[in-house]
């Protein structure tokens, strides 16, 4: 059984480090508004076909992270952690740094630019506690997924932390769930906000959350690889035969605080 709450080191490698702190609404803005001018973009943040182009995966951005450390390493079960734990520990993370990635371009998934929860040619739609299908707006889809996530993390019934509390018997599916709509938030950050990502120069930590996500996903199929088809070229680039995260950073960050872990407390 882990002790109390504490640091592990899938915090080390992901976001350690906020994004950029310290920049000034104003600031964020006027540096965004210069790639988003030019761009050719209808109201809906949607190019013609013709005119599509996925600028995540140009090998030079590709290849930005802010860590060189094994991934494969990374996300393997330790031997003395049960696996309910470990898949706790790492959901709990991937969710606050998935939201904090987030919160760097919210500004801009606004109702107008974003009027669906689209990724490329695919739209999601959010499913309501009776089953009920949903049509919403990529900030609002976005808000239903964390704080669905947020009351699933913070619930005793679901992710026990006190020592002796038993994990539910559907703890795997709710898991599954939860790296279902962090995933389609990520890849809507590619497909949609990777622009205004670039230019607050956080591509690098986007990068490396999406290879450590990923990779965690695989190591434990918590993804159905159908779901994940739509970023298939993507996640070829970052993650094909990358047990290394990719070497050297690009000065997007490092060091610091990172997210609290869901460990057992005795």
């Not at 976001?15 to 609404?25: E, F």
């Not at 761009?39 to 060189?68: C, M, Q, V």
């Not at 929860?117 to 889809?141: F, H, I, L, S």
């Amino acid at each position: 059984m882990l002790g109390g709450h504490s640091s592990h080191p899938a915090d080390r490698a992901l976001l350690s480090q906020p994004p950029k702190a310290g920049l000034s609404c104003k600031m964020v803005l006027q540096a965004v508004g210069k790639v988003l001018r030019k761009s050719k973009a209808k109201p809906n943040g949607k190019k013609p076909a013709s005119e599509e182009k996925k600028a995540y995966l140009d090998p030079e951005l590709a290849k930005s992270r802010i860590t060189d450390c094994e991934f494969k390493e990374l996300v393997a079960l330790p031997r003395e952690i049960d696996l309910n734990e470990w898949l706790a520990s790492n959901t709990t993370t991937f969710f606050h740094h998935v939201n904090l990635q987030y919160s760097t371009v919210s500004e801009f998934c606004t109702a107008e630019a974003c009027q669906t929860m689209a990724v490329c040619n695919t739209q999601y739609y959010w499913y309501d506690e009776r089953g009920k299908k949903v049509k919403c707006t990529a900030p609002q889809y976005v808000d239903f997924v964390m704080s669905s996530v947020q009351k699933l993390v913070t619930d005793e019934d679901v992710f026990p932390t006190k020592y002796g509390r038993e994990f539910p018997s559907s703890f795997e599916s709710l898991v599954k769930r939860i790296c279902r709509h962090l995933f389609h938030v990520l890849a809507h950050i590619y497909s949609s906000h990777f622009k205004e990502t670039l230019a607050l120069e956080l591509h690098g930590h986007l990068n490396t959350l999406y290879v450590h996500f990923i990779l965690f996903a695989r190591e434990f199929n918590l993804l159905d690889p159908k779901e994940t088809a739509v970023m298939d070229d993507l996640t070829e680039v970052l993650c094909s035969g990358a047990g290394r995260g990719g070497g050297g950073g690009d000065g997007a960050g490092g060091g610091g605080p990172g997210a609290q872990n869901h460990v057992k407390e005795r």
